[in-house]
């Protein structure tokens, strides 16, 4: 009976993680027009490798963001600019957080809390130079001058983009603290399982 109650809640917490990456993936959607979130795919990937732990949990995360890119590409005439050869790589370091996420002991604040934080910034720095790496590989820009402009390519986009995952991070760190010591989300108020 355990076992199912845990597969329906955590079906249930990949269903609002879905949603809010549907939300705020960085495409026109009703939301947008009246508050633009940063994308949640990274802390979805973090929530998942922390606390679910499946490799199905991931799978349909990495999916569901694949999906969403494609629905809005195909549907929503959004530029598909940064589908190049360089996409495929984006699942395999989407999945790379969700490994990592499996090292951090819990999202809340307490005595681990520096070390989590220094695995956060340094799995999202490194996903995001991984996939921006690849992208850029496939850019006019490279085919022109190499990897000669990166460091000012990087300089500029890296400042834009990293601390938008941070400041989902830090508010989801807030939620799951606050949530360690009220349970208003039961499920996610004790430490992580094996």
């Not at 679910?52 to 929503?76: C, G, M, T």
């Not at 984006?90 to 969700?98: K, N, R």
């Not at 990293?162 to 004790?190: D, E, G, K, Q």
Request: hydrophobic share 50%; charged share 10%; proline share 4%.
């Amino acid at each position: 009976m355990t076992d199912k109650i845990n597969k329906t809640r955590t079906i249930f917490a990949v269903f609002i993680m879905v949603l809010l990456m549907i939300a705020t993936r960085g495409h026109s959607n009703w939301l947008s027009a009246f508050v633009h979130l940063p994308d949640f795919t990274i802390p979805a990937l973090f929530i998942a490798g922390i606390y679910l732990r499946k490799f199905w949990v991931a799978f349909v995360i990495i999916l569901s963001a694949v999906a969403i890119d494609n629905y809005a590409i195909v549907h929503e005439g959004v530029s598909a600019n940064c589908i190049t050869p360089a996409y495929s790589v984006l699942p395999l370091t989407y999945y790379g957080i969700f490994w990592i996420g499996k090292y951090i002991s819990s999202l809340k604040l307490d005595t681990s809390i520096i070390k989590n934080a220094l695995v956060v910034i340094t799995a999202t720095s490194t996903q995001w130079l991984v996939a921006t790496s690849s992208y850029y590989f496939f850019t006019t820009t490279y085919a022109k001058t190499g990897w000669v402009n990166f460091p000012d390519y990087v300089a500029q986009w890296s400042v834009a983009e990293i601390p938008l995952v941070l400041y989902w991070m830090v508010a989801i760190t807030i939620i799951f603290t606050l949530n360690h010591r009220y349970s208003f989300i039961p499920y996610f108020s004790a430490q992580k399982t094996s």
